[in-house]
């Protein structure tokens, strides 16, 4: 009897958690919790400014604003670089993975714009 209740428990589960999946998945949504993703959404939904220093940059090493896009989706901010609790404006050190690692962003986000202040490249990569 035991045996017969958890496979109907695991059985509803299994539904649950695949309609629950679909549902989401048309809405949608993201589950940014940790510091690392509320800090990049926050400055992708802010209206996004290039300085001239960053536009350079790109141009200089072929950057485009795919790459910074990517970044900003699933890069790492070091807090410990950038001045996240300066007014009005914080600024964030933002790192590129994988094959971006070589590209970090510094970026200024005020209340309703995000603008990227520099383009660092590292290496020879992108010379």
Do not use: H
């Amino acid at each position: 009897m035991l045996i017969k209740r958890i496979g109907y428990y695991l059985v509803g589960l299994s539904l649950g958690a695949v309609g629950v999946y679909f549902f989401w998945q048309k809405k949608q949504a993201s589950f940014d919790y940790g510091m690392d993703a509320r800090t990049l959404k926050t400055i992708r939904i802010r209206k996004r400014i290039y300085s001239n220093n960053a536009k350079n940059a790109m141009l200089k090493y072929n950057v485009d604003t795919l790459k910074i896009n990517t970044i900003l989706y699933n890069g790492d901010v070091d807090f410990g670089k950038g001045k996240p609790r300066e007014k009005p404006c914080a600024e964030y050190y933002i790192t590129g993975k994988k094959d971006l690692e070589n590209i970090n962003l510094l970026v200024q986000r005020c209340d309703s714009t995000a603008t990227i202040q520099e383009v660092i490249v590292n290496g020879f990569g992108y010379d």
